[in-house]
DNA sequence: CTGCTTGAGCGTTCTTTGAGGGAT
DNA sequence: GATCCCTCTTTGAACGCTCAAGCA
């Protein structure tokens, strides 16, 4: 622990001391040192350190400092932020007397620590902080796809599309007939729903969602999130089928990504939203009920506001900025989830007169003034009713609706339709409007018949940029699998097995016969009915799939990036400057582009190389005659105890240098067969047992111990098989396991070691059994001993000369059984004669019981044995 | 505002095949 | 004298990735 804490104290000195402007080590490994100081008068500077683990490190610096009592010098050096803010008053003083104390000279300072302080600190995530990060990130995605289906299932509540196609005007009817769903025929439903149904505040959050939904419907305005699920209801009232899709904003995948940013920063961000023309959703503003609009990018938007409810969506910055913000929300998305899936089987209560006002608000719409003013009110004295609750991130569009037109293509389409902004296949507006509002496009997922999909790739331009910010495809896959599944069986994705046997997607195959959906009845009533739903799969497919396959030549469409920065680790694409050490193109094309004067390539060019060796632990070898693709500096030429044999030695150095081939250079490992059962070894009289393909032909790997010997003792030649390193004592240890054998003495030696093992182990059990009786006669013996002393001695107090004998012979007596040792104990071979000392100190004539074999028995159960004495005294002794 | 460079911090990868002394 | 076994000590440098700051 010591060690380490110096080590690290060495690196982070050294690192100080490479930079110029970095404070300078005072250390013990030298006096002079502090004195040349003085003399060169050189400065010294302080860096502020403010994180706890710096700080630690400094204790112990200190600490090393101090104790001048320990035999080697170690490093050390002083930092003033250990001292308390009312000591740094004095700062100067103080660190000078502490350095006086320690080497009796003067150091000057230039600078006080207010100047050094100027550079913050970094204080990185560990890796504990990015694990609880990425925790908190796939229980708030598991939270939100849990709000998003039941959202989805509101959508299908029979009542509330009733009360739906009951408000829409009869000629909007006929859509319903539609054989060929098209862009244009949605239009004028959207622009109804638009101009009927309007974001607004609403108190919602603490309601079962069903209720509050109807009370949207009735104020014919609510939350964004309400508003949007209203839309997909009315849209599958229609029999058109519809998803109901989220942007899952969800807590950051990078450990404290959201809480870094100053307080004002986040105001200043979030002036700019409501300053911007891409507002999309309401503000709320405490004071006052008011309502907006205005037109945006050709969209027309309303705002309105209303008097804050409190509850969650109250959300003080001051409350809350201790804490993280991605936290914040996750606790909030939490809460809502808990509280709408906790009433979910409740009956639908009456909607209360005093929240839902039957006054419609469609003309009471504010000027633009209202809103602006909003904008520019404190946003500590503001509350903000955005979508993702207690997110920074208002007015950024995170619900809409997609309707399947199955007469926009040869197989349909999937369509954006946002109907709070009246956008109708806006799927590219998304990201950018997404962007403008700082909200991230991370996961957008399609919802229906209980089951969602990751469709976030429609939306998604720039899908190098989503990608890191995402969880790991593997689980993020094995969580949506089965719910890809039923939303692919409510939308009629799913094909009929012969379809899938032809598109040859195993996948889905699997999908329909392990089919556990549980669509219900009404879901399949909202979304099963649809005419072109229905239709023969002939037709239509696979839904499913042609989705599938849409979305996945947008990922390898992706247009090339304008900054080279964004190559670095680009999925498609790559220019050589970015390239690792071992890594090339090959073949260099075809040439993509270019970007800022670097060729682009495409990423499958790239490939890893190798040194020979590391080709042989995959089983392969480079060629003969294959010139080096790449050739690096080695950077193990130097290390200790080489230096000085490289130095000046530039053949040695070109030596150095590593050469490294490509997969493409080399072929299968050929190694000599075995012949006449000799293994083939190499230089050091082994064989390295990388894997299998490392084996010599003809040759077998035993792994198992003891098996040299065995090899030995037969004459059968081997080869220690080596199967890898470990670091131990300092240094780098070969770790072997069993031997490399011919196959043909496979079995004999087999045979041998089995015998050889049985062999071995009796002789253990006998060793074992002997160590036992060695120890069971040893304790029987001292307690025997002990006790015949005892009534000899201790019941007569005599004389100090009998006290002395009784000392030594108790001295005797243990090192006469010290002295048995291993050996057979003498109790075993005296014919089983047994003696034991009368304990009864009442006897006045000493008598030596004798057990004689002829008075033995056994008892049956115990494993015990009993034993008499002539004089009838009987003992029972546990057989050993 | 965007993109580039640079530096720092942290985690990962790669390297690699003992020597001396005492006991038996 | 040969052989076996135990005990030393507990890498560390380079690289890759990420982020922040500064600059153009």
Known sequence: MKSNNKKKINKNSQQNNNNGDKPRRITRSSNKKSVDIIRENQPLKFRQLNNQRDEQYQNDEQHQVQSDNEGDWEDGSLNPSTLSPKNQVNYDVKVNDIVNQINGVTVEFDALPESSSKKKRVRRATAEDKEVAELVHKAHLLCLIARGRFIDAACDDPLIQAALLSLLPSHLLDISEVTKLTINSLAPLVTWFHQNFHVKSSSSAEKPFNSALACALEMQGGSPEEVAALSVALFRALNLTTRFVSILDVASLKPEADSDEPPHLDRIKRKDVFSSSTLMVSKIKEEGTSSSSSVINGNKVHETSDQSTGGAQNISKEDNHQKRKGDLEFEMQLQMAMAATSVETSEMKPVESTSCSLSHPLNSLSPFKKLKRIAEESPSSSHVISTAIGSKKVGAPLYWAEVFCNGENLTGKWVHIDAVNSIVDGELKVEALAAACKSSLRYVVAFAGHGAKDVTRRYCAKWYQISPKRIDPGWWDAVLSSLKELESRATGGIPSKEVVGEVGQTSLTHAVTSGKSRLSEKSSVGLGKNKETCSSGSSVYSRSIAEDMELATRALTEPLPTNQQAYRNHPLYVIEKWLSKYQILHPKGPL???CSGHAVYPRTCVQTLHTKQRWLREGLQVRLN?????????????????????????????????ALFGKWQTEMLCLPHAVDGKVPKNERGQVDVWSEKCLPPGTIHLRLPRLVPVAKRLGIDFAPAMVGFEFRNGRSVPVYEGIVVCQEFRETILEAYTEEEQRREEEEKKRDERQAMSRWYQLLSSMVTRQRLNDKYMNNPESETEYNDLKAESKSSR??????????????????????????GTDEQ????????????????SMTQSKKCRCGLSIQVEEL
């Open 626 to 658: 294959e010139l080096p693709s790449k050739v690096v500096k080695s950077c193990y030429k130097n290390r200790k105890g080489q230096v000085t044999e490289v130095e000046n030695s530039a053949e040695v150095a070109s030596e150095a240098d590593i």
């Open 846 to 861: 000493y008598h030596e019981h004798v057990f004689l074999t002829d008075d033995e028995s056994f008892v049956d159960d």
């Open 815 to 840: 090192k006469d059984t010290t002295d048995v040792g291993e050996s057979t104990p003498p109790i075993q071979e005296s014919t089983h004669r047994t003696t034991v000392h009368d304990i009864d």
């Open 592 to 594: 993509l582009g270019f």
